[in-house]
């Protein structure tokens, strides 16, 4: 079963515009992922905000973690043709135990179109 | 530094034919772990291997198994395949938080 879930599910921009995504869960996490599709391929990582965090940057990437309302948001400034793809959030669980293994659990994802 | 690589790149399979699809993780890394992702939607992890044994799984049936070889690498099963079956198999690899993943395999069920 999905638990992340991506809104919008797609998105049409101009190149330069900012492109905001915005991710909800259901369960406690150690931590919230970004990833990056493109054209049904492999997917690329882009940036891991852990559950104790607020707020991460990565280049032109921001993304914020909203524990307490079970929220994230990946934001994308000045965004450029190659940004076209889609974009998945995934949690990753607090087991019991505290512990953690990686065992991802994906949205369903954004697909962002950017008009040159 | 070689990435996670994965094999075939596409496949075509009858229905009730069974599957293997290989991995190969980066460099370093000890943990594989397979998610499948049907057209449209996102991945949906299958199951995890750590020092050669399922550590993980998800909601899959027995059909899909696996097994990862000492040097890390990995494959994934698939017994009596159903239509249902047609995905994007990918494989990611990972030390400690971060998983990088492969290009994929399409496996296609007709």
């Known amino acids: 079963s999905q638990q992340g879930e991506e809104d919008p599910q797609a998105l049409s921009i101009q190149e330069g515009e900012n492109a905001t995504m915005n991710c909800s869960y259901k369960?406690?996490?150690?931590?919230l992922q970004w990833y990056r599709q493109n054209s049904g391929r492999g997917l690329v990582h882009l940036i891991l905000?852990?559950?104790?965090?607020r707020e991460k940057h990565s280049g032109r990437l921001r993304v914020t973690l909203d524990t307490s309302k079970k929220s994230s948001s990946l934001l994308i400034t000045a965004s450029r043709a190659a940004d076209t793809a889609s974009y998945f959030c995934?949690?990753?669980?607090?087991?019991?135990?505290?512990?953690?293994?990686?065992?991802?659990?994906f949205g369903q994802g954004t697909i962002l179109t950017v008009h040159p | 530094d070689a990435g996670v690589t994965q094999s075939p790149t596409h496949l075509i399979k009858t229905r009730g034919q069974q599957v293997t699809l290989r991995c190969s993780p980066k460099?370093?890394?000890?943990?594989v772990s397979w998610y499948q992702q049907a057209l449209g939607q996102g991945p949906q992890f299958i199951f995890q291997?750590?020092?050669?044994?399922?550590?993980q799984r998800g909601n899959f049936p027995d059909r899909f198994s696996g097994h990862q070889f000492p040097n890390y690498s990995s494959e994934l099963n698939v017994n009596a395949l159903l239509l249902g079956d047609s995905a994007l198999y990918l494989c990611?690899?990972?030390?400690?938080?971060?998983?990088?993943f492969g290009p994929g395999t399409r496996l296609t069920v007709t």
């Open positions: 460099s370093g890394h000890d943990t």
């Open positions: 990611a690899s990972s030390l400690y938080y971060e998983q990088y």
């Open positions: 369960t406690s996490i150690n931590n």
């Open positions: 905000i852990r559950s104790n965090e």
């Open positions: 995934a949690t990753e669980p607090v087991r019991a135990g505290g512990t953690s293994y990686g065992k991802l659990t």
């Open positions: 291997y750590y020092e050669e044994e399922e550590r």
